[in-house]
């Protein structure tokens, strides 16, 4: 149970400082902030993974900065798409 709450507060933080750095805050609220960062870290896993780096290792600052930019790829795609 504590990983799931840890894994949504983390989706939540990077979810946020990647809608700060894309310039969507206004559109996403809290929910999809959560939604937004935990893809983001499933994303920036994969992508750090494929670069021989290590994914997210649990609740820290390196498992952030793979979140959000993880969260920041997202939100790249989907402005693409969108536009």
């Keep these: ?29 809290l929910v999809l902030n959560v939604v937004v960062g935990i ?6 896993g994969f992508i750090f993974g494929l670069l021989g780096e290590s994914p997210v290792t649990g609740f820290n600052l390196y498992s952030l900065m793979v979140a959000v930019a993880g ?11 969108r536009n």
């Design 1 to 29: 149970m504590t990983g799931i709450l840890l894994w949504i507060v983390l989706g939540g933080i990077a979810g946020w400082i990647a809608s700060l750095i894309m310039n969507t805050d206004g559109q996403q609220g």
């Design 39 to 44: 893809v983001g870290a499933m994303i920036g």
């Design 71 to 81: 969260a920041v790829v997202l939100l790249m795609i989907v402005k693409t798409v």
